[in-house]
């Protein structure tokens, strides 16, 4: 069943960042596609943008996990 808590991220060639909410330290944020993961990172309430690789057109998964536990899934398209 879907969540009513989300984390918004904005992204674009070579980037990503990520509005990390006040009761997160961190999150651990892996891309993928076709099951395959193409980049994993970890994102910070303090730092919370990052470089990632620049993909080509397509759609793909993105995961965050909490310093809490709690998994978020969504997606990216390019």
Sequence with gaps: MP???F???R??????SFAVPSDVLFLEVSLNKNENTLWEGIVTRENPRTTIPVLP????DIVCRTDGNQIFHGSLTY
Excluded: L, M, P, V
Excluded at 11 to 16: E, Q, T, V
């Design 57 to 60: 057109s397509g759609n793909y």
């Design 11 to 16: 992204y674009s060639a070579g980037h990503i």
């Design 3 to 5: 969540s009513r808590i």
């Design 7 to 9: 984390i918004e991220c």
